[in-house]
């Protein structure tokens, strides 16, 4: 497996960070440039989500609260602006935000928590590469080079810790497991599976990134597995990549396992 990825990284022409962590034991099977620092694109939400929810649950506060959302805000790729929808509640806009990758619900919630609050936060999780500078389709703040940060490093931490259920109450950690779980873009990590494979996972992807993380499970042993892909020419090649990497994975950690058995 090591070996055919080590290939796959030396052939591309493009810059990957990776990673695959057993959930059990939490030892790194690969890691790859883990504190490299890039564009989070929209695996920045996985963190809002948190956040959002740590603070509806620290302030009692209803995930049915309604949340105004004026036509202004309105952005591109957006199921709530697809809607024209001039209010929403918090549950809705959180799923949208993660499952469709929903930009106007993503800058909605950004709104609710502030942009100080969310990193202030971000640091008391153990997300020290993970910032929030801009709010989605900002393209003026992107070209003078605000972006949006994290590292493979961190979304292994927050993706270990929503597997371990120790950031929210029991209640909220498998809502955020549900909502990983009910993602509807599927275009790299799934891209090359055969098997009805349980994933909670969330993609990201710019012009020149593009990135998938997540959880996946098996009756052999669930695992962590992210990889990102910066200096992009060709976002269906990144993907592509994503997915040849995650089946290589996949067949060695899973189908092994269970020809083993």
């Not at 055919?4 to 493009?14: G, H, S, V």
């Not at 590292?151 to 597997?163: E, K, N, V």
Request: charge should be neutral.
């Amino acid at each position: 497996m090591k070996q055919a990825i080590k290939k796959m990284l030396q052939e591309t022409p493009f810059k990957v960070q990776m990673f695959v962590k057993d959930c059990k034991t939490e030892h790194f099977i690969i890691s790859e440039k883990l504190d490299g620092i890039f564009s989070s694109a929209s695996l920045i939400k996985v963190p809002i989500l948190i956040a959002v929810l740590n603070y509806v649950e620290s302030n009692n506060i209803s995930l049915e609260q309604v949340i105004k959302i004026a036509p202004e805000e309105w952005v591109e790729f957006s199921v709530i602006s697809e809607q024209r929808l001039e209010q929403s509640t918090i549950y809705e806009l959180l799923v949208w935000m993660i499952i469709t990758s929903d930009n106007t619900a993503t800058n909605v919630l950004i709104d609710f928590l502030g942009i100080s609050g969310l990193n202030q936060y971000f640091r008391e999780i153990g997300l020290p590469h993970t910032t929030i500078q801009r709010k989605m389709m900002d393209f003026e703040r992107l070209a003078k080079g605000i972006d949006n940060t994290t590292s493979a490093h961190d979304m292994a931490q927050l993706f270990s810790r929503i597997y371990r259920r120790n950031l929210l109450t029991p209640t909220f950690s498998e809502l955020t497991l549900n909502i990983l779980s009910r993602q509807r873009v599927h275009e790299s990590l799934k891209r090359y599976l055969v098997d009805d494979v349980k994933l909670a996972h969330k993609t990201g992807g710019l012009e020149t990134v593009d990135h998938d993380v997540g959880i996946v499970y098996s009756s052999s042993g669930d695992y962590l597995i992210g990889v990102f892909v910066t200096e992009v020419t060709n976002n269906d090649h990144a993907r592509q990549l994503i997915g040849r990497i995650s089946k290589v994975v996949y067949d060695y950690l899973v189908k092994r396992e269970g020809m083993i058995k």
